[in-house]
């Protein structure tokens, strides 16, 4: 079996459950919430890390933000992670890893290279800081692929966040969903011999029943970022939560496209990667043949206006099982006692 997770996060209860760093949504509020249930909260750092860059400036608010609502003072560690989109890494080595390091933060989420290789240079950098400042930190690498399991493997990482294709939001363009693609990982990891090397599921996964199937796969624990979105310590406007919670057949009401981007002036991701929304006003657009330019001046003229109905909705394939806006603690608790419930009545049936 891998290092016990809950071990490495001591204010963590079983099962783990942890949200993901979506840019925007995961804020300090958000994060701590997560953490103080007895999650593991992370913040969405962003993808400009240039000394300039007001994402960094942002995250250091944040942090210090989260401080001050755990009620710890400077020095100590933050029981929170931190996630990074990586595929223009240009600066994050100098800019980025110091305000980790001065903050003390327990994670590191790396996610989106342009080559699986790109994240060793990183990773290093974040060894050699912890080496020189007694700093526990442990790196999550957001994989999709067997391919980019091992070379994160190969780059010593703590965590692998194995994301299937019924996740929300970005993710591998070609891949498989957890029901195939988590026990193959797993497999990975006792063919290497990895003990030390923890797996998190996440795609398509909000509520217990999914958490259960995550660790029969061969999960240690669980991610969800949709069922976070529709909280109520989420920033997220209310209308993107009502999207969410009254939507349903998420097989066909999101659909994985690069065309989410497009339509918002956001496609920035290398090739390899698309993303998974609620097929809204712009796709309908687009299917009935609306060019792309005309497309972008509506989501424009909307956004201009104050209005959200054309903003994407990025969310997962299980936003069906996500039916009222509750609070994290709920979402966090409800997930672990409702584990607990479905494992004891299988234990009694077999």
Known sequence: MAANILQWFP???APFIANAPMFGFADAGLATAVTKAGGFGFIGGGFDFRSESTQLLGLDTL????RSILGLTDGQPLPLGVGFITFQPDGFIDNAIPILQRHRVAAVWLSFPQADADHLP???AIRR???SSEWDIKVFVQVGTVKAAEEALRQGVDVLVVQGTDAGGHQWAQGASLISLLPE???LLSRTRSTDTAILAAGGIVDARGCVAALGLG???IVMGTRFVATSECPAPTEIKQTIVS????GVSTIKSIRHDVFQSTDLFPRQYDGRAVIGASYQDSREGVSDEEIIRRYNEARQAGGHQRRTVWAGAGIGGINAVVSVEHVVQSTQQEVKVILERLRARF
């Open 219 to 221: 999960a240690d624990g």
């Open 129 to 131: 800081a912890r080496e």
């Open 247 to 250: 939507g349903g057949d998420g």
């Open 185 to 187: 990982v797993r497999d």
């Open 63 to 66: 942090l210090t933000s989260a």
């Open 122 to 124: 990183i990773i290093q």
């Open 11 to 13: 204010r963590t209860t």
